[in-house]
């Protein structure tokens, strides 16, 4: 079998992984019930203020800042530069290009090193900081480790040896439109390919799942309004 | 005295460095097999612990979103590691927020993930063996539930849930604390957590009447069991005896009497603690919390009003509606259940209490946020009402009043040291170390404005601190009730 074959059907694979994965987990957490009313208070009182105090956990870490402003700083710039990361690559699988993706990519461009700084800070505070390398297991550092590697090959096609992007392009399209293309066959392709695909893989069993478990903590997203409105759910419904 | 030392306050609070072990010789005493029945638990380790175990851990968490969510999306970003007052008193890193939480992650993924079941070194699953067990024992007695890493974590993971399930695990499999399932038999059998029967309380109340006629001259009343009372009064049994929560009691009453609001407190459901809530066992929760429904049915109450008490007015605010609600027999008019210092700061807004401000002059006051109110619960109808009232009253009745450093108070709290089912002596040592967090901020005050006395709200504090305050050379007089300070200034007799 040839090398875009195998690439092909490990992005098929990857990819229901990856959905079907986090679709399960998505479900067990809402169908899982929440008996009691443990929002940290204080808390909303409305449901639009849950909304406004998920946005700015969200988007800004607001619990985060609050809590350490070096992880803050390391987590957050991390998390705006992979998401500027992968706004930019879907030049790679639209054709014609969004007009929004055009303008996002001299951003992300450098993105890039912005989001290999941050995953570096965090590396060396595991490293250094003496409570986070207790807390911290193998796949704590692994984790790390394979972002920075996906971010070092990633970089080193753009600024050092470039693969043939139109290709590839052509590679993607073709994946999703069933009409298999050849894979370029560029060391530093295949690495980047290969350690996104196994991230697609670990995702759903994984720590990643903060992503979508943020939306379902009890404590984040519910309103302050227990005396008001009669909660009941699960054992507290019997 | 106990063979252990204080820790040190220092100038600047600092960020201990870990000590791996220092506190896993901390242990309470078992519960024993007539405590453990009379919650319904074996009254002894079983003999297929292990099992049992793994399956009560995976039942929990198919019941419980919270732990479901919360064991799978730690990050182990470290945002949590110094802001547990017991790591910070005791520097032991099993003390940091996810490091407990670990104890139980580690057996859950072991048991109920993939990456778990087949690479458990990498991703740090553990087997539940003899060792894991005692340090759940241990560990999970060393954690208030006072939910502080809970508002400082990017997800919110609220290590009190964890530990709620880990005792409950323990309790499935025979391993009981006693403090908390003793205390929780008195409850169901006599209806408070002192053992104190019907007549004995009555005496008692007959008694403090007494006292106050001596000292004021007026006739406030304490009743007990008066049907057709409009308030029924729900409060921690230690306002009926100890120093200093009975001053707090004779102040409820002082606001009950120049309010003109007839109360009762009821015999048969004369708690407000729910101890039920730190072994996180639902069927104990409901039922010790069904005693106070059926006493405000039969007394035939208009509203429900709790006392100064932390934890019961999280149960209370947060969970009575779902587990004893609706309360559609009470009068609408009020929240239900509705705090004392919401009762006292309505009153005083509308300004139906003549106070003597100056009665209080000799006092130099701060206030210590009791965790459960502040980040478990509110007060008022804004969010952070919890922290705006009792400051509001104070301020009304007294006229020297300072706030700690803000980090260390409203949301920020540090917890007293002894809650969650902790304040018991053979935990001492725990309880002098993680009150040392709180100690500092206090020792600020003491030395920047003079502060002579510390007002909590909750009955599991004012012990906490009565017996915690010596260790760290303050006197023991200094911690007092908000009502206490309240009825101090309260002029009784008749309206102008």
Same mark, same amino acid.
């Given at each position: 079998?040839?090398?875009?074959?195998?690439?092909?059907?490990?992005?098929?694979?990857?990819?229901?992984?990856?959905?079907?994965?986090?679709?399960?987990?998505?479900?067990?957490?809402?169908?899982?019930?929440?008996?009691?009313?443990?929002?940290?208070?204080?808390?909303?009182?409305?449901?639009?203020?849950?909304?406004?105090?998920?946005?700015?956990?969200?988007?800004?870490?607001?619990?985060?800042?609050?809590?350490?402003?070096?992880?803050?700083?390391?987590?957050?710039?991390?998390?705006?530069?992979?998401?500027?990361?992968?706004?930019?690559?879907?030049?790679?699988?639209?054709?014609?290009?969004?007009?929004?993706?055009?303008?996002?990519?001299?951003?992300?461009?450098?993105?890039?090193?912005?989001?290999?700084?941050?995953?570096?800070?965090?590396?060396?505070?595991?490293?250094?900081?003496?409570?986070?390398?207790?807390?911290?297991?193998?796949?704590?550092?692994?984790?790390?480790?394979?972002?920075?590697?996906?971010?070092?090959?990633?970089?080193?096609?753009?600024?050092?040896?470039?693969?043939?992007?139109?290709?590839?392009?052509?590679?993607?399209?073709?994946?999703?439109?069933?009409?298999?293309?050849?894979?370029?066959?560029?060391?530093?392709?295949?690495?980047?390919?290969?350690?996104?695909?196994?991230?697609?893989?670990?995702?759903?069993?994984?720590?990643?799942?903060?992503?979508?478990?943020?939306?379902?903590?009890?404590?984040?997203?519910?309103?302050?309004?227990?005396?008001?409105?009669?909660?009941?759910?699960?054992?507290?419904?019997? | 005295?106990?063979?252990?030392?204080?820790?040190?306050?220092?100038?600047?609070?600092?960020?201990?460095?870990?000590?791996?072990?220092?506190?896993?010789?901390?242990?309470?005493?078992?519960?024993?097999?007539?405590?453990?029945?009379?919650?319904?638990?074996?009254?002894?380790?079983?003999?297929?612990?292990?099992?049992?175990?793994?399956?009560?851990?995976?039942?929990?968490?198919?019941?419980?979103?919270?732990?479901?969510?919360?064991?799978?999306?730690?990050?182990?970003?470290?945002?949590?590691?110094?802001?547990?007052?017991?790591?910070?008193?005791?520097?032991?890193?099993?003390?940091?927020?996810?490091?407990?939480?670990?104890?139980?992650?580690?057996?859950?993924?072991?048991?109920?993930?993939?990456?778990?079941?087949?690479?458990?070194?990498?991703?740090?699953?553990?087997?539940?063996?003899?060792?894991?067990?005692?340090?759940?024992?241990?560990?999970?007695?060393?954690?208030?539930?006072?939910?502080?890493?809970?508002?400082?974590?990017?997800?919110?993971?609220?290590?009190?849930?964890?530990?709620?399930?880990?005792?409950?695990?323990?309790?499935?499999?025979?391993?009981?604390?006693?403090?908390?399932?003793?205390?929780?038999?008195?409850?169901?059998?006599?209806?408070?957590?002192?053992?104190?029967?019907?007549?004995?309380?009555?005496?008692?109340?007959?008694?403090?009447?007494?006292?106050?006629?001596?000292?004021?001259?007026?006739?406030?009343?304490?009743?007990?069991?008066?049907?057709?009372?409009?308030?029924?009064?729900?409060?921690?049994?230690?306002?009926?005896?100890?120093?200093?929560?009975?001053?707090?009691?004779?102040?409820?009453?002082?606001?009950?009497?120049?309010?003109?609001?007839?109360?009762?407190?009821?015999?048969?459901?004369?708690?407000?603690?729910?101890?039920?809530?730190?072994?996180?066992?639902?069927?104990?929760?409901?039922?010790?919390?069904?005693?106070?429904?059926?006493?405000?049915?039969?007394?035939?109450?208009?509203?429900?009003?709790?006392?100064?008490?932390?934890?019961?007015?999280?149960?209370?605010?947060?969970?009575?509606?779902?587990?004893?609600?609706?309360?559609?027999?009470?009068?609408?008019?009020?929240? =239900? @259940?509705?705090? %004392?210092? &919401?009762? #006292?700061?309505?009153?005083?807004?509308? $300004?139906? /209490?003549?106070? !003597?401000?100056?009665?209080?002059?000799?006092?130099?006051?701060?206030?210590?946020?009791?965790?459960?109110?502040?980040?478990?619960?509110?007060?008022?109808?804004?969010?952070?009402?919890?922290?705006?009232?009792?400051?509001?009253?104070?301020?009304?009745?007294?006229?020297?009043?300072?706030?700690? =450093? @803000?980090?260390? %108070?409203? &949301?920020? #709290?540090?917890?007293?040291?002894?809650? $969650?089912? /902790?304040?018991? !002596?053979?935990?001492?040592?725990?309880?002098?170390?993680?009150?040392?967090?709180?100690?500092?901020?206090?020792?600020?005050?003491?030395?920047?404005?003079?502060?002579?006395?510390?007002?909590?709200?909750?009955?599991?504090?004012?012990?906490?601190?009565?017996?915690?305050?010596?260790?760290?050379?303050?006197?023991?007089?200094?911690?007092?009730?908000?009502?206490?300070?309240?009825?101090?200034?309260?002029?009784?007799?008749?309206?102008?």
């Amino acid at each position: 079998m040839s090398l875009s074959v195998i690439y092909a059907l490990l992005f098929y694979a990857a990819t229901l992984v990856l959905v079907i994965g986090v679709a399960r987990k998505i479900a067990i957490y809402s169908k899982t019930p929440q008996p009691l009313k443990i929002p940290t208070t204080p808390a909303p009182l409305t449901t639009s203020g849950v909304v406004w105090r998920m946005a700015k956990e969200v988007a800004v870490f607001q619990s985060l800042f609050k809590s350490n402003k070096w992880i803050w700083l390391f987590g957050w710039l991390f998390h705006v530069a992979l998401a500027l990361v992968l706004m930019r690559h879907l030049r790679y699988v639209t054709e014609p290009v969004w007009f929004w993706v055009n303008w996002v990519q001299p951003f992300g461009k450098y993105a890039g090193f912005a989001m290999l700084a941050g995953l570096g800070g965090l590396w060396l505070r595991r490293i250094v900081v003496d409570r986070v390398r207790y807390i911290s297991s193998p796949s704590d550092h692994l984790m790390l480790l394979l972002l920075m590697a996906i971010a070092v090959s990633g970089l080193a096609m753009k600024y050092v040896d470039h693969t043939d992007i139109v290709a590839l392009k052509g590679f993607m399209l073709g994946l999703m439109y069933f009409d298999w293309q050849p894979l370029p066959g560029n060391p530093l392709l295949i690495t980047h390919l290969s350690l996104v695909l196994l991230l697609m893989f670990i995702f759903p069993i994984s720590k990643l799942l903060h992503a979508p478990g943020l939306f379902f903590s009890p404590t984040r997203n519910q309103t302050d309004n227990p005396r008001e409105v009669r909660h009941v759910a699960g054992w507290s419904a019997k | 005295m106990a063979d252990f030392q204080t820790p040190e306050i220092r100038e600047y609070p600092l960020i201990p460095h870990i000590k791996p072990g220092a506190m896993a010789h901390s242990k309470p005493y078992l519960a024993k097999p007539d405590h453990q029945a009379s919650v319904g638990f074996p009254g002894e380790l079983v003999e297929n612990w292990h099992d049992v175990a793994v399956a009560k851990l995976g039942e929990l968490v198919s019941k419980s979103r919270a732990l479901q969510v919360f064991l799978d999306i730690c990050v182990k970003c470290g945002a949590c590691t110094d802001k547990c007052h017991y790591y910070l008193g005791t520097e032991d890193p099993n003390n940091m927020p996810v490091a407990r939480q670990d104890l139980l992650r580690g057996v859950y993924r072991r048991h109920f993930t993939f990456a778990g079941k087949y690479f458990p070194k990498l991703v740090g699953a553990i087997d539940f063996t003899e060792e894991v067990r005692d340090q759940w024992y241990s560990y999970f007695h060393q954690c208030s539930q006072c939910r502080r890493c809970s508002v400082f974590c990017p997800y919110g993971i609220d290590t009190a849930e964890i530990s709620m399930a880990g005792r409950e695990v323990l309790d499935a499999i025979g391993v009981g604390q006693k403090y908390c399932n003793e205390i929780l038999g008195k409850v169901h059998k006599v209806g408070n957590n002192l053992g104190l029967p019907g007549p004995a309380l009555i005496d008692t109340l007959e008694g403090l009447e007494e006292d106050v006629k001596e000292d004021t001259g007026v006739d406030v009343r304490f009743p007990v069991n008066q049907k057709g009372a409009e308030v029924l009064l729900i409060t921690p049994s230690a306002d009926f005896f100890a120093e200093p929560h009975i001053d707090g009691l004779i102040g409820y009453g002082k606001v009950f009497h120049q309010a003109g609001i007839s109360w009762t407190v009821s015999s048969y459901a004369s708690e407000a603690a729910n101890f039920s809530m730190f072994i996180g066992s639902h069927d104990n929760l409901k039922r010790t919390a069904m005693r106070i429904r059926e006493a405000a049915l039969e007394l035939g109450v208009k509203r429900i009003v709790v006392g100064e008490c932390g934890h019961a007015w999280r149960v209370a605010y947060s969970f009575w509606n779902t587990l004893i609600g609706p309360f559609d027999f009470l009068d609408p008019k009020y929240p =239900a @259940p509705q705090h %004392i210092c &919401e009762l #006292t700061y309505d009153l005083l807004k509308r $300004g139906a /209490l003549k106070i !003597d401000k100056e009665a209080n002059d000799h006092r130099r006051i701060t206030f210590h946020d009791s965790c459960n109110v502040a980040r478990a619960s509110r007060m008022g109808n804004m969010p952070g009402g919890q922290f705006i009232i009792p400051r509001e009253i104070l301020k009304t009745v007294a006229n020297n009043f300072f706030d700690m =450093a @803000p980090e260390t %108070i409203h &949301e920020n #709290t540090f917890c007293c040291g002894g809650g $969650g089912g /902790l304040l018991t !002596d053979d935990l001492m040592e725990l309880r002098v170390k993680g009150a040392m967090p709180r100690m500092q901020a206090l020792k600020q005050v003491v030395d920047d404005n003079d502060v002579n006395t510390l007002v909590a709200i909750c009955a599991i504090c004012k012990t906490q601190f009565a017996k915690t305050l010596p260790y760290y050379k303050h006197s023991m007089n200094m911690i007092t009730s908000l009502h206490h300070v309240v009825g101090d200034a309260i002029v009784l007799g008749g309206k102008d």
